[in-house]
T-cell receptor, first 113, second 116 residues
Framework: DVKVTQSSRYLVKRTGEKVFLECVQD?????MFWYRQDPGLGLRLIYF???????EKGDIPEGYSVSREKKERFSLILESASTNQTSMYLC????????????FGQGTRLTVV | AQTVTQSQPEMSVQEAETVTLSCTYD???????LFWYKQPPSRQMILVIR??????QNATENRFSVNFQKAAKSFSLKISDSQLGDAAMYFC?????????????FGQGTILTVHP
Protein backbone atom coordinates (compact mmCIF):
# COMPACT_ATOMS: atom_id res chain seq x y z
CA ASP A 1 0.00 0.00 0.00
CA VAL A 2 1.06 3.55 -0.71
CA LYS A 3 1.93 5.32 2.46
CA VAL A 4 2.16 9.05 3.03
CA THR A 5 3.23 9.88 6.55
CA GLN A 6 3.04 13.25 8.23
CA SER A 7 5.26 13.77 11.24
CA SER A 8 2.58 15.05 13.64
CA ARG A 9 -1.18 14.69 13.97
CA TYR A 10 -1.51 17.64 16.34
CA LEU A 11 0.78 20.59 16.84
CA VAL A 12 0.49 23.70 19.01
CA LYS A 13 2.87 26.57 18.33
CA ARG A 14 3.24 30.14 19.47
CA THR A 15 2.87 33.19 17.26
CA GLY A 16 6.18 34.06 15.64
CA GLU A 17 7.68 30.57 15.92
CA LYS A 18 9.22 28.85 12.92
CA VAL A 19 7.24 25.69 12.23
CA PHE A 20 8.22 22.66 10.18
CA LEU A 21 5.65 20.15 8.92
CA GLU A 22 7.26 17.04 7.50
CA CYS A 23 5.87 14.58 4.99
CA VAL A 24 7.38 11.33 3.71
CA GLN A 25 6.06 9.03 0.98
CA ASP A 26 7.28 5.53 0.21
CA UNK A 27 6.08 5.01 -3.38
CA UNK A 28 8.78 6.88 -5.31
CA UNK A 29 6.22 9.46 -6.47
CA UNK A 30 7.50 12.45 -8.38
CA UNK A 31 4.75 14.85 -7.31
CA MET A 32 4.18 16.02 -3.77
CA PHE A 33 1.69 18.58 -2.48
CA TRP A 34 0.77 20.57 0.59
CA TYR A 35 -2.89 21.50 1.04
CA ARG A 36 -4.63 23.48 3.72
CA GLN A 37 -8.14 22.43 4.78
CA ASP A 38 -10.56 24.90 6.32
CA PRO A 39 -14.31 24.52 6.97
CA GLY A 40 -16.40 25.71 4.05
CA LEU A 41 -13.34 26.21 1.86
CA GLY A 42 -12.36 22.64 1.10
CA LEU A 43 -8.70 21.94 0.39
CA ARG A 44 -6.55 24.68 -1.06
CA LEU A 45 -3.12 24.10 -2.60
CA ILE A 46 -0.24 25.86 -0.86
CA TYR A 47 2.80 24.53 -2.74
CA PHE A 48 3.71 21.54 -4.84
CA UNK A 49 6.86 19.91 -6.12
CA UNK A 50 7.36 17.74 -9.20
CA UNK A 51 11.00 16.85 -8.61
CA UNK A 52 13.78 17.15 -6.06
CA UNK A 53 14.62 20.81 -5.38
CA UNK A 54 11.77 21.91 -7.68
CA UNK A 55 8.82 23.77 -6.23
CA GLU A 56 5.87 25.74 -7.52
CA LYS A 57 3.43 28.04 -5.76
CA GLY A 58 -0.12 26.92 -5.42
CA ASP A 59 -3.16 29.08 -4.79
CA ILE A 60 -2.28 30.33 -1.28
CA PRO A 61 1.53 30.38 -0.86
CA GLU A 62 1.77 33.56 1.21
CA GLY A 63 3.38 32.96 4.60
CA TYR A 64 4.70 29.53 3.63
CA SER A 65 7.76 28.01 2.04
CA VAL A 66 8.73 24.45 1.18
CA SER A 67 11.77 22.27 0.86
CA ARG A 68 12.37 19.08 -1.10
CA GLU A 69 15.92 17.86 -0.72
CA LYS A 70 15.07 14.18 -1.22
CA LYS A 71 12.46 12.63 -3.47
CA GLU A 72 10.54 11.01 -0.63
CA ARG A 73 10.39 14.02 1.70
CA PHE A 74 8.52 17.32 1.33
CA SER A 75 8.56 19.87 4.12
CA LEU A 76 6.25 22.81 4.69
CA ILE A 77 7.74 25.74 6.58
CA LEU A 78 5.94 28.54 8.36
CA GLU A 79 8.71 31.12 8.79
CA SER A 80 6.82 33.08 11.45
CA ALA A 81 3.60 31.40 12.49
CA SER A 82 0.50 33.54 12.80
CA THR A 83 -2.92 32.77 14.26
CA ASN A 84 -4.52 32.84 10.80
CA GLN A 85 -2.39 29.82 9.91
CA THR A 86 -4.28 27.71 12.43
CA SER A 87 -5.68 24.98 10.20
CA MET A 88 -5.51 21.38 9.05
CA TYR A 89 -2.59 20.65 6.75
CA LEU A 90 -2.64 17.70 4.37
CA CYS A 91 0.28 16.32 2.42
CA UNK A 92 -0.25 14.27 -0.73
CA UNK A 93 1.79 12.53 -3.41
CA UNK A 94 1.10 11.20 -6.87
CA UNK A 95 2.89 9.63 -9.78
CA UNK A 96 3.86 11.73 -12.78
CA UNK A 97 3.93 8.82 -15.18
CA UNK A 98 0.78 6.98 -14.19
CA UNK A 99 -2.74 8.27 -14.42
CA UNK A 100 -3.51 7.71 -10.77
CA UNK A 101 -5.07 9.60 -7.96
CA UNK A 102 -3.22 11.45 -5.23
CA UNK A 103 -2.55 9.67 -1.94
CA PHE A 104 -2.86 11.61 1.28
CA GLY A 105 -1.29 11.67 4.70
CA GLN A 106 -3.42 11.65 7.83
CA GLY A 107 -3.22 15.41 8.28
CA THR A 108 -1.66 17.72 10.86
CA ARG A 109 -3.96 19.92 12.87
CA LEU A 110 -1.90 23.00 13.67
CA THR A 111 -2.97 25.51 16.29
CA VAL A 112 -1.09 28.78 16.56
CA VAL A 113 -1.66 30.60 19.86
CA ALA B 1 -9.02 30.13 -11.64
CA GLN B 2 -10.64 26.80 -12.12
CA THR B 3 -13.38 26.07 -9.63
CA VAL B 4 -15.16 23.06 -8.26
CA THR B 5 -18.46 23.69 -6.46
CA GLN B 6 -20.30 21.49 -4.01
CA SER B 7 -23.54 23.29 -3.22
CA GLN B 8 -24.66 20.98 -0.40
CA PRO B 9 -22.74 21.68 2.82
CA GLU B 10 -24.62 18.86 4.59
CA MET B 11 -26.72 15.89 3.57
CA SER B 12 -28.36 13.12 5.52
CA VAL B 13 -29.69 9.69 4.60
CA GLN B 14 -31.33 6.75 6.32
CA GLU B 15 -29.37 3.55 6.49
CA ALA B 16 -30.04 1.35 3.41
CA GLU B 17 -31.39 4.31 1.42
CA THR B 18 -29.81 6.11 -1.54
CA VAL B 19 -28.29 9.57 -1.50
CA THR B 20 -26.80 11.77 -4.22
CA LEU B 21 -24.10 14.37 -3.65
CA SER B 22 -23.76 17.14 -6.22
CA CYS B 23 -20.68 18.64 -7.81
CA THR B 24 -20.18 21.09 -10.66
CA TYR B 25 -16.92 22.36 -12.08
CA ASP B 26 -15.51 24.91 -14.42
CA UNK B 27 -13.00 24.02 -17.12
CA UNK B 28 -11.91 24.91 -20.63
CA UNK B 29 -9.96 21.67 -21.06
CA UNK B 30 -11.04 18.57 -22.92
CA UNK B 31 -8.68 16.27 -21.01
CA UNK B 32 -9.17 16.05 -17.27
CA UNK B 33 -10.04 13.69 -14.45
CA LEU B 34 -12.64 13.86 -11.71
CA PHE B 35 -12.56 12.24 -8.30
CA TRP B 36 -14.66 11.78 -5.22
CA TYR B 37 -12.73 11.48 -1.98
CA LYS B 38 -14.10 10.49 1.41
CA GLN B 39 -12.69 11.89 4.66
CA PRO B 40 -13.98 10.06 7.76
CA PRO B 41 -13.39 11.37 11.29
CA SER B 42 -9.96 9.70 11.21
CA ARG B 43 -9.06 12.44 8.66
CA GLN B 44 -7.53 9.95 6.22
CA MET B 45 -8.59 10.91 2.71
CA ILE B 46 -9.76 7.87 0.79
CA LEU B 47 -10.45 7.69 -2.93
CA VAL B 48 -14.04 6.65 -3.57
CA ILE B 49 -14.30 6.78 -7.34
CA ARG B 50 -12.59 8.21 -10.40
CA UNK B 51 -13.85 9.33 -13.82
CA UNK B 52 -11.80 10.12 -16.91
CA UNK B 53 -13.42 12.91 -18.93
CA UNK B 54 -12.87 11.16 -22.24
CA UNK B 55 -14.92 8.18 -21.12
CA UNK B 56 -18.64 8.50 -21.70
CA GLN B 57 -19.51 5.58 -19.45
CA ASN B 58 -20.20 6.50 -15.85
CA ALA B 59 -17.81 4.97 -13.34
CA THR B 60 -19.10 2.57 -10.69
CA GLU B 61 -17.45 1.03 -7.64
CA ASN B 62 -19.73 -1.35 -5.78
CA ARG B 63 -22.37 0.82 -4.06
CA PHE B 64 -20.88 4.04 -5.43
CA SER B 65 -21.61 5.40 -8.88
CA VAL B 66 -21.34 8.73 -10.64
CA ASN B 67 -23.52 10.67 -13.04
CA PHE B 68 -21.03 12.44 -15.29
CA GLN B 69 -22.60 15.08 -17.52
CA LYS B 70 -19.69 16.52 -19.48
CA ALA B 71 -21.60 19.22 -21.33
CA ALA B 72 -23.22 20.42 -18.13
CA LYS B 73 -19.91 20.09 -16.22
CA SER B 74 -21.63 18.08 -13.55
CA PHE B 75 -20.27 15.11 -11.59
CA SER B 76 -22.60 13.77 -8.92
CA LEU B 77 -21.97 10.82 -6.60
CA LYS B 78 -24.70 8.32 -5.83
CA ILE B 79 -24.37 6.11 -2.77
CA SER B 80 -26.75 3.16 -2.77
CA ASP B 81 -27.70 1.04 0.24
CA SER B 82 -26.09 3.58 2.57
CA GLN B 83 -24.20 2.21 5.54
CA LEU B 84 -23.23 3.79 8.85
CA GLY B 85 -19.61 3.64 7.73
CA ASP B 86 -20.39 5.96 4.82
CA ALA B 87 -20.75 8.87 7.23
CA ALA B 88 -17.93 11.27 6.38
CA MET B 89 -17.00 14.47 4.59
CA TYR B 90 -17.02 13.97 0.83
CA PHE B 91 -14.92 16.04 -1.53
CA CYS B 92 -15.24 16.37 -5.26
CA UNK B 93 -11.95 17.12 -7.02
CA UNK B 94 -10.70 17.80 -10.53
CA UNK B 95 -7.29 17.17 -12.02
CA UNK B 96 -6.25 18.71 -15.31
CA UNK B 97 -4.60 16.54 -17.92
CA UNK B 98 -1.34 17.31 -19.65
CA UNK B 99 1.46 18.90 -17.65
CA UNK B 100 -0.54 19.94 -14.62
CA UNK B 101 1.72 17.86 -12.34
CA UNK B 102 -1.32 16.22 -10.86
CA UNK B 103 -2.64 19.27 -9.05
CA UNK B 104 -6.11 18.78 -7.67
CA UNK B 105 -8.76 21.46 -7.29
CA PHE B 106 -11.27 20.61 -4.57
CA GLY B 107 -14.84 21.57 -3.82
CA GLN B 108 -15.93 22.83 -0.43
CA GLY B 109 -17.00 19.42 0.81
CA THR B 110 -20.31 17.84 1.84
CA ILE B 111 -20.81 16.34 5.28
CA LEU B 112 -22.86 13.16 4.99
CA THR B 113 -24.76 11.87 8.03
CA VAL B 114 -26.20 8.37 7.98
CA HIS B 115 -29.10 7.70 10.36
CA PRO B 116 -29.70 4.17 11.67
Amino acid sequence: DVKVTQSSRYLVKRTGEKVFLECVQDMDHENMFWYRQDPGLGLRLIYFSYDVKMKEKGDIPEGYSVSREKKERFSLILESASTNQTSMYLCASSSMTLNTEAFFGQGTRLTVV
Amino acid sequence: AQTVTQSQPEMSVQEAETVTLSCTYDTSESDYYLFWYKQPPSRQMILVIRQEAYKQQNATENRFSVNFQKAAKSFSLKISDSQLGDAAMYFCAKKAGGTSYGKLTFGQGTILTVHP
